[in-house]
């Protein structure tokens, strides 16, 4: 448990921040757990509310209170629709790193996070041993999705159908970079994210190819820790930090004209999450410049590159999610579009509520599965009614919850990441 001194500190920072909802209820008409659940509980007004009195509730029922707040998806839906400009992402965020204060880790977070994120080169070597055996445990159930499910029944993994492990991770293919800026005079730097480096390797090479494609410089150092998400989500802002001074020591030194992700989460965190959620002064003066640098790989093409739509493009249509911390976190929505407009061999169509979640939610969709799947259903179906020949979207997760949704519902529309599809379109 945190030091008492140091809990109401950190409640006297979060009430500064809740003063500014006006319980207009704005909330409710865009949250997709409420829209499932109808539970005032499970929206930002009704969270809020709660955490008002977090002072006296965490006396009276802590245990209440966290379930409530774990009831989210953190998809900042709330946050991008709020009148009043409330930072609902935020105000959870330390809501839940006081809780965990309050209650510790439970012993599966604390190995996963302490034991194994703050530590790459562990976490590499045990997924790229799981990666091994997972044939033993798992079986293809979709060849176009490339999904899998369980032999056996397991706890966490329920009904799911997943992707699995890469046979070979992103940083076992790619050797690390520290080349020049290339003919468009630019250099990034390359944060493939670990979902990209263990399950989407394909992500990452179709990444490298449009880099090289259009002359940039690459700097990819190997040894890069997860962002630090869902350390943080779950309120475990000291692994949270080991992550970004691991990442610091790599990045705040190098020379880049910006970095790049193809994880819309990745980006968000980098962006947006770093520089307001670290404590410690030192490292947070450290990833600042880094954080400013930030861009989605589909806002570099365009926004820097000048990638732009070809007119009269025809071929398999293709339509796109929207994954929320690219819309709502960081206000990215044209650009992925106009990369895969850019193809000339692609014809775009719009996914009906493109902009809705999927239901996925990190840590969300384990402890809620229900009410992830019937959000990711939703989505599926909008894919479905799309007519769409592929889905694209820009980030790893989402790939993963549509793919699981399709899959089960018997569909097998590809689900490929944005830069994929660009990537083909190179030949
Ligand atoms: S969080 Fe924003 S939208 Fe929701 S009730 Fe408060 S002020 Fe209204
Ligand atoms: S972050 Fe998303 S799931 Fe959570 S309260 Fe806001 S809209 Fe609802
Ligand atoms: S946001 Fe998700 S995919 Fe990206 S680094 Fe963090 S955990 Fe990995």
């Known amino acids: 448990m945190a030091d008492i001194q140091k809990l109401v500190t950190m409640l006297n920072e979060l009430d500064d921040q809740l003063v500014n909802c006006m319980r207009c209820g704005m909330c409710q008409a865009v949250c997709p757990v409420f829209t499932e659940t109808g539970r005032e509980a499970d929206v930002a007004r009704g969270k809020i509310s709660l955490l008002d009195g977090l002072a006296h509730e965490i006396l009276k029922d802590p245990k209440g209170v966290k379930d409530k707040l774990d009831r989210c998806l953190l998809c900042g839906t709330c946050q991008a629709n709020c009148p009043s400009g409330v930072h609902v992402l935020d105000i959870f965020l330390k809501a839940r790193a006081i809780l965990t204060g309050y209650f510790g880790l439970s012993p599966a977070k604390r190995a996963i996070f302490r034991q194994l994120l703050t530590r790459p080169e562990l976490f590499n070597k045990l997924t790229s041993f799981g990666s091994k055996f997972q044939g033993l445990f798992a079986k293809p159930v979709n ?17 799911r159908h997943f992707p699995r492990l890469a046979d070979k991770a992103f940083h076992k293919i790619a050797p690390a970079m520290d080349q020049p800026a290339g003919s468009s005079g630019k250099r990034v730097a390359f944060f493939p994210g670990c979902m990209v480096d263990k399950v989407y390797p394909k992500v990452g090479q179709a990444v490298l190819k449009v880099l090289a494609h259009h002359g940039v410089g690459v700097f990819m150092p190997h ?24 990442n610091a020591e790599l990045f705040a030194n190098a020379d880049f004209d910006y970095i790049i992700t193809p994880c819309a989460t990745c980006s968000a965190t980098l962006k947006d999450i770093w520089p307001t959620m670290v404590d410690d002064e030192g490292l947070k003066a450290r990833i600042a410049p880094v954080s400013a640098k930030v861009l989605d790989i589909s806002e570099f093409l365009v926004d820097v590159l000048g990638v732009t739509a070809l007119e009269g493009a025809s071929g398999k249509k293709v339509t796109y999610h929207d994954p929320c911390h690219l819309r709502n976190s960081l206000h990215v929505t044209a650009q992925p579009r106009t990369v895969i407009k850019a193809t000339g061999n692609a014809s775009f169509v719009e996914l009906p509520n493109a902009a809705t979640c999927c239901g996925c939610g990190g840590s969300f969709s384990l402890q809620h599965y229900d009410i992830s799947k019937k959000i990711g259903d939703l989505k599926a179906k909008s894919v479905e009614d799309s007519g769409a020949e592929t889905l694209a979207t820009s980030c790893p997760a989402c790939m993963m919850q549509i793919s699981d949704r399709l899959s089960q519902r018997g569909h097998s529309v590809p689900v490929k990441h944005v830069v994929e599809v660009y990537a083909d379109s190179l030949g």
């Open 223 to 246: 040894g890069q820790a997860c962002c630090g998400i869902p350390a943080l989500s779950s309120g475990d802002r000291d692994s949270f930090e080991k992550m970004v001074g691991t």
């Open 143 to 159: 060849d176009v999705l490339g999904t899998s499910c369980a032999r056996f029944q397991a706890p966490v993994i329920a009904d």
